[in-house]
């Protein structure tokens, strides 16, 4: 579960059969950015594991502000729920109209009560801001529940968060575009036919519809011996 980019980018070389330091086809510089290129484009596809962020932002007393709920150097994927820190109240997120029509008439001058609201937005650059449905009358912090996109950082350690399924789409993904770009003389010195960079692509496909389904086991119900499904 996971593995470091330089991990990945040793499977994709044994992958291309481009393993001699002396005469690589691809450079490792050119193949850790598609690696990590892939890992955000199929990240996004099908989604990363949910971790709980303690104290993403603090709220402010007396204030209609938005909230940011990150900076440059991540980029949320999702966030699915959100939670008072001090009291463990569950925050509701609901749709950025819903919120707007909860603050009409609210001023900042008069706070209320501790939010049990909240939306996303993200602005133009690719900021994600979150809006609170009240005038918040206490600086509590929250907590939310989301999962990120891979960092795009080139280093040997930077982490790949995926499942053993997601690692292998993204190895095989990464293979594809690098033999895509590969004239046909290096081609066929590598012994990498048409055929098997075909297979590649499919599988791929196959991968991810995988990691949908393992995804979606989670969110099932477990039923007991003779239940009755459908009652």
Known sequence: MSETLSTARINVRYMLNDVEPSNFAVSSMTLDRIILNKSVELGARVGTGLVW???????TVGSLSDYSLEDGAVQFERIVA????ATGATMERVSFALINAAREGLI???SQADPTQFALWEDATQVVKMRVDTVPSTA???DFMRSTLPLRTVADSTLLPFSNLMLV???KAAAVEAAAALPEEELARLRLGARVI??????????????FERQASFA??????????GS
Do not use: M, P
């Open 220 to 229: 099932r119900r477990n039923y007991g011996v003779g239940a009755i499904l």
């Open 108 to 110: 900042s001058t008069a």
């Open 198 to 211: 075909g297979e590649w692509q499919q599988d791929v496909e196959r991968i991810l519809v995988s990691e």
């Open 53 to 59: 962020t303690a104290s993403g932002v603090t709220l």
């Open 169 to 171: 789409a993204v190895e």
């Open 82 to 85: 959100g939670r008072i820190n």
């Open 140 to 142: 509590r912090t929250i």
